[in-house]
């Protein structure tokens, strides 16, 4: 729109510069007279012109960043075959997650995984080994003990009222505390939400403490949120890193 005005703007000046110049023509000026009046009025149409060029440019794609949501804290991670805890940084974009789990204190990094919702790569540093997989429950449940998804989480950590996924079971209006469950038709209960109350933060409110446990199995995630950030977001990027070796 503020191209088109300028446009028509400069279309209506040229069309009075127009009329000038025929009036010119005429015998209202003479001599020396008519000449400086005459390149007056045609010297200001090329600077306008000038400068409507130098103001109308095409949209440039690399203005338009995207926001981020990242949420620090802790994780604790339970299941049959570990026990993990550390401190997390929770990367959430339109085009995936990234979580990446750093030893308390010193804060060098354990593990990373990075999801959409039809890969998964997990960078383990403390073997130096990087894996691409296929995003399936299998894999799911194998890295993080229980099967949530990545547009799961999206949709839990926006204080919502209803959830596509789930079923609510139990909610407490005065804590925002909420409690959910993930139901299957024929295997029952699959994954059991816990949020105990909202927190203030500097870009909204987010969850102090989320619990996802699989019924059957005990395995549990334990989330406890510090704070919660929008950044501008970079692409997440699905490929083994060149200094990791790839695990057999």
């Given at each position: 729109m503020h191209e088109f005005n300028i446009l028509m703007t400069f279309g209506a000046v040229s069309a009075v510069y127009l009329i000038v110049f025929f009036f010119l023509r005429s015998n209202v000026y003479e001599g020396s007279a008519r000449k400086k009046v005459t390149f007056q009025f045609f010297i200001w149409p090329v600077i306008l012109g000038l400068a409507a060029c130098q103001t109308i440019q095409p949209p440039n794609p690399q203005n338009h960043t995207k926001t981020s949501q990242l949420y620090s804290g802790r994780i604790l991670i339970q299941s049959e075959h570990e026990n993990q805890?550390?401190?997390?940084?929770?990367?959430?974009?339109?085009?995936?997650?990234?979580l990446r789990v750093l030893a308390p204190v010193i804060?060098?990094?354990?593990?990373?995984?990075?999801?959409?919702?039809?890969?998964?790569?997990?960078?383990?540093?403390?073997?130096?080994?990087?894996?691409?997989?296929?995003?399936?429950?299998?894999?799911?449940?194998?890295?993080?003990?229980?099967?949530?998804?990545?547009?799961?989480?999206?949709?839990?950590?926006?204080?919502?009222?209803?959830?596509?996924?789930?079923?609510?079971?139990?909610?407490?209006?005065?804590?925002?505390?909420?409690?959910?469950?993930?139901?299957?038709?024929?295997?029952?209960?699959?994954?059991?939400?816990?949020?105990?109350?909202?927190?203030?933060?500097?870009?909204?409110?987010?969850?102090?403490?989320?619990?996802?446990?699989?019924?059957?199995?005990?395995?549990?995630?334990?989330?406890?949120?510090?704070?919660?950030?929008?950044?501008a977001g970079e692409p997440i990027v699905f490929e083994e890193l060149p200094t990791l070796k790839p695990s057999s």
């Open positions: 805890t550390g401190d997390i940084e929770l990367l959430l974009q339109d085009d995936g997650v990234r804060g060098s990094r354990i593990w990373e995984l990075r999801a959409n919702d039809s890969q998964i790569l997990m960078y383990d540093f403390r073997d130096q080994s990087s894996s691409l997989h296929k995003n399936s429950m299998e894999i799911r449940e194998e890295f993080l003990g229980v099967d949530v998804k990545l547009g799961e989480i999206q949709e839990l950590l926006q204080q919502p009222t209803e959830v596509s996924f789930l079923e609510v079971v139990k909610r407490d209006e005065d804590q925002r505390a909420i409690k959910l469950v993930k139901r299957d038709s024929v295997l029952g209960d699959r994954l059991s939400i816990e949020i105990n109350r909202w927190q203030e933060g500097e870009a909204g409110l987010f969850p102090q403490k989320m619990k996802l446990e699989d019924p059957f199995t005990g395995n549990k995630i334990i989330l406890v949120f510090r704070s919660r950030q929008e950044i």
